[in-house]
């Protein structure tokens, strides 16, 4: 019971924290004063910058994490998540394109057609006549489409003019800046949907899990189930990427650490620990950010990807030992 | 023999069409001129002297010198992905580059060509020693996967550290993928020895090179000690990756590409694969960067970039062909 707890106070305490600090300090007075009367400054710094900030970056986080226990249980391997298989930079180039173009449509569209092109991708280019893939393959064939649209974005962007190069280039890394509440609502309403959407899969993925003949002799059909399963994963790591941008390692990250907070061992369990690892580990990227080096404001990208590397490089290690690699 | 010479006609056809291709057309005549009877006030003397030829000149040593850097990874770690751009080694270089050139406040040659080999050393050391390259007995995924992660640790630093300092996208773009653009401002002769230096070393120790990948046992028996020859290999890969990277910035994939074509030409023979190689990486280099020079006239695409787009489906092609459990 203790334990189910500390994952829900440690969000708590990083958004308690993400409101608090700033470039503008908060009291404890004047957030509590600003939440409960919706008056004074705290009201106003509340309403315009951290609290769609903070809510867009528990969203973001959210979706990206249960995004990557999906696909890490999935494929039964740590090291499949979406950002790791590219689906996220092809969500990130769907977005630089749309800006190079000029395109009028809304953003969230933009990612997830850019995210469900990458997924498809990786997944025809990984398959092959009469062979099951394995996933190391996928995982192969994901990084390279990874490096192919990482290109394209580079390719585009050194075509826009300057204004709006800088603006394709925050995009790409990824951040939380100047998030307002159409962010907010975004991210919550399409999250709200898919995460009931996995949660509905539960059941199936956990069955999946045992192995396919296993699951297929228990009256599922494997590869349907295969693919919803794909597609709500890719369309959570989408909604994630159209609010926040390809943050890196988020996914990946997550949903070994929720288990390890939470000791979850249901497949539904480590969805919602996942989720809320997600969140968090966004929300202290993005406060460590803000408040990294004082009068400047990096990306929260920046230190997901300078926290997320030596986990990957550190996964690595530990898959090798096991002689998994 | 013959297909030596085929390879040494392609690299002349690239050289001549880098030279006579540009947004300047040239009369034949000024090539010799300039040449012979140099004229400053000339401007087809000076488009060719400061521009075509500098720029032609940095193509060869970076394309051979990745070539070359490419084979040698390849052959010691038996992974046919390695790459010093996917591998994080470019990455490295050009970090130190940028770091260096930041907190030192200047740019000249000196500098950029003091930097680049520290920082390609450092990164290949870290991720030969976490991707467990040096065992030579890996799956590629993992050696894959610790460059991406060197990758982006290093591009999320770049990235803090260009927002810091204010510094315009340029020094960003510089960082992400290189070109032959700059190469009046770059020590061309002395990287050009070093580039020169890292490949006789490489044709030195392929033999060896060539003895480990029979298995580090085996090796052992026919007198080989694989920590040496291991060590040899990551003193090439950092001579001829910084040499690269200090004329032109990183350039991804060209390394990936290069060894297998080698292969086909030279045949299993790591002599011959070393010396095609270096021809074939700077005509694919110097193709692309005419091709980048064509494609958006007057406007060009970045050499760095061309070689990521033609290497995004090389990697995607042997990656679906590896088995990835197995040592490959």
Redesign the interface.
């Known amino acids: 019971m203790i334990r189910r707890s500390v994952l829900p106070a440690l969000l708590l305490a990083a958004v308690v924290a993400s409101l608090l600090i700033g470039q503008v300090p908060m009291s404890l007075a004047m957030l509590w004063q600003g939440l409960v009367t919706g008056e004074g400054p705290g009201a106003l710094i509340l309403d315009t910058i951290r609290g769609p900030r903070v809510l867009t970056a528990i969203g973001a986080g959210a979706v990206l994490g249960l995004s990557g226990v999906i696909f890490q249980t999935l494929f039964r391997n740590p090291?499949a998540a979406p950002d790791?298989m590219g689906f996220t930079s092809g969500a990130g180039l769907a977005i630089v394109g749309a800006i190079a173009f000029g395109l009028t449509v809304p953003m969230p569209l933009v990612a997830a057609a850019g995210g469900l092109a990458a997924a498809v991708l990786v997944a025809a280019?990984?398959w092959?006549r009469g062979h099951r893939t394995?996933p190391?393959?996928l995982?192969?064939?994901g990084?390279?489409?990874?490096?192919?649209t990482?290109?394209?974005s580079?390719?585009l962007?050194?075509?826009l003019p300057?204004s709006e190069?800088?603006e394709a280039?925050r995009w790409l890394?990824g951040s939380l800046a100047a998030r307002d509440w159409t962010h907010v609502a975004q991210v919550w309403g399409i999250g709200v949907v898919l995460v009931a959407a996995a949660l509905a899969q539960a059941g199936r993925l956990e069955v999946l899990e045992l192995g396919h003949d296993l699951a297929a002799g228990l009256g599922i059909r494997v590869e349907r189930a295969r693919w919803a399963l794909s597609a709500t994963g890719v369309l959570l790591a989408a909604a994630g990427v159209a609010v926040a941008g390809p943050v890196?390692?988020v996914a990946l990250m997550s949903g070994p650490l929720g288990v390890r907070v939470t000791g979850a061992t249901g497949v539904a369990a480590r969805m919602l620990s996942g989720a809320g690892a997600g969140a968090l580990v966004l929300l202290l990227a993005d406060l460590a950010a803000r408040a990294a080096?004082p009068g400047?404001q990096?990306?929260a990208?920046?230190?997901?990807?300078?926290l997320?590397?030596?986990y990957?490089?550190w996964r690595?290690?530990r898959?090798?030992e096991r002689g998994k690699? | 023999m013959s297909k030596f010479l085929w390879i040494a006609c392609l690299l002349l056809l690239v050289v001549v069409g880098s030279l006579t291709i540009g947004v300047r057309s040239l009369d034949p005549a000024a090539y010799w001129q300039a040449l012979t009877a140099y004229d400053p006030r000339d401007p087809a003397h000076v488009t060719l002297m400061a521009i075509r030829i500098p720029r032609l000149v940095a193509g060869l040593i970076a394309g051979a010198a990745l070539g070359v850097a490419g084979t040698v990874m390849q052959a010691v770690t038996r992974n046919p992905l390695a790459d010093p751009g996917i591998l994080g080694v470019n990455a490295g270089a050009a970090f130190a580059l940028l770091v260096g050139t930041t907190l030192l406040g200047r740019a000249d040659e000196a500098i950029v060509a003091l930097l680049t080999f520290p920082g390609a050393a450092i990164a290949s050391a870290i991720v030969f020693a976490l991707g467990g390259g040096l065992r030579g007995d890996v799956g590629p995924v993992r050696l894959t996967l610790a460059g991406a992660a060197l990758n982006a640790l290093l591009l999320s630093l770049v990235t803090a550290i260009v927002l810091v300092r204010q510094d315009s996208l340029d020094v960003f773009r510089f960082w992400v993928a290189g070109s032959l653009t700059q190469a009046t401002t770059r020590p061309l002769a002395e990287m050009a020895g070093v580039a020169a230096l890292g490949t006789g070393f490489a044709l030195l120790i392929a033999p060896r090179i060539e003895a480990l990948s029979l298995g580090t046992a085996l090796s052992r028996g026919l007198g080989t000690r694989p920590g040496r020859v291991q060590a040899g290999a990551l003193v090439v890969v950092t001579l001829t990756t910084g040499a690269a990277v200090a004329v032109a910035g990183p350039i991804a994939f060209l390394g990936l590409m290069v060894p297998p074509l080698a292969r086909l030409v030279a045949g299993h023979n790591l002599r011959g694969e070393l010396v095609v190689s270096a021809m074939l990486g700077a005509t694919i280099l110097i193709f692309a960067d005419t091709l980048g020079r064509l494609l958006l006239a007057p406007s060009e695409i970045r050499a760095g970039i061309m070689t990521a787009l033609i290497g995004g489906p090389v990697f995607l092609w042997i990656a679906r062909r590896v088995r990835p459990g197995a040592s490959a």
């Open positions: 090291l790791v280019l990984a092959r394995p190391l393959t995982i192969l064939v990084l390279g489409v990874g490096f192919f990482s290109a394209l580079t390719f962007m050194t075509l300057y190069a800088a280039q890394t890196p390692f080096l400047i990096l990306p990208g920046v230190m997901t990807g300078i997320g590397a030596p990957l490089l690595l290690s898959e090798m690699l």
